[in-house]
């Protein structure tokens, strides 16, 4: 049975940081690409950042360049988003993302960003 379990969302004021992390089982986790998304209130969810199995190669969506890092330790079978100088407009719920033999989901983590 697949399972991508996210934790570490919650509330932030701007211009704090918060660490989500994914942590998988069920899968051959290193040979996955791992992704984070994300969908906001009355919006289409959308590709944050993503990375390649080896770690050696990632993007991010335009809005969160040089402000957000995707990581992931093979050892630990964990896919981590780093969120720093976090907005208003990065509310959403955040969710991993695994494909390569299959595509799965996990059930998400809420990030709201508000003073």
């Known amino acids: 049975q697949v399972q991508l379990v996210e934790s570490g969302g919650g509330l932030v004021q701007p211009g704090g940081s918060l660490r989500l992390s994914c942590a998988a089982s069920g899968i051959n986790f290193r040979f996955y690409v791992m992704d984070w998304y994300r969908q906001a209130p009355g919006k289409q969810r959308e590709l944050v950042a993503k990375?390649?199995?080896?770690?050696?190669?990632?993007d991010y969506a335009d809005s969160v360049k040089g402000r957000f890092t995707i990581s992931r330790d093979n050892a630990k079978n964990t896919v981590y988003l780093q969120m720093n100088s976090l907005k208003p407009e990065d509310t959403a719920v955040y969710y991993c993302h695994a494909a390569w033999l299959g595509h799965y989901w996990g059930q998400g983590t809420q990030v709201t960003v508000s003073s």
């Open positions: 990375i390649l199995p080896t770690g050696g190669s990632t």
